[in-house]
């Protein structure tokens, strides 16, 4: 469930395609989240150059190289002045690495969890 502003330019694919994808990323994806974020001035379809993407069973876009990619479908709209909320059901599930998450918190990017070289250093597998 996430509410989303009926102004988006995703609000009308959404309804159209009944469709959507929720991807978790990593810690290294930071651009990826600033494009979709529109901090470049990306738009629309934009916002998916520079990146792989794979079609979900659904059709909704999963990014490749996420920590894990929710394909989802449209269960309810319920639209209330300038946003929707958007009630999803979960249709698969692809899981990625085990890297740190992304995390956008009080203005920021901050990360959630290690980093593979992180838990490896501190496993003394490698010299940091």
Excluded at 11 to 30: S, Y
Excluded at 55 to 72: K, N, P, Y
């Amino acid at each position: 469930m996430f509410g989303l502003n009926l102004g988006s330019s995703s609000f009308p694919v959404l309804r159209e395609h009944g469709a959507f994808a929720v991807n978790v990323l990593a810690a290294d994806q930071k651009e990826i989240a600033d494009r979709f974020a529109g901090r470049g001035g990306e738009k629309g379809p934009a916002r998916y150059e520079g990146a792989r993407w794979t079609e979900g069973r659904t059709g909704a876009a999963l990014l490749d190289g996420a920590l894990a990619s929710l394909d989802c479908e449209v269960e309810e709209l319920i639209e209330r002045h300038s946003h929707a909320i958007v009630i999803g059901r979960i249709r698969g599930i692809r899981l990625g690495s085990d890297a740190a998450a992304l995390l956008y918190w009080r203005g920021d990017y901050e990360r959630l969890g290690w980093m593979p070289e992180e838990v490896a250093t501190a496993l003394g597998l490698r010299a940091y």
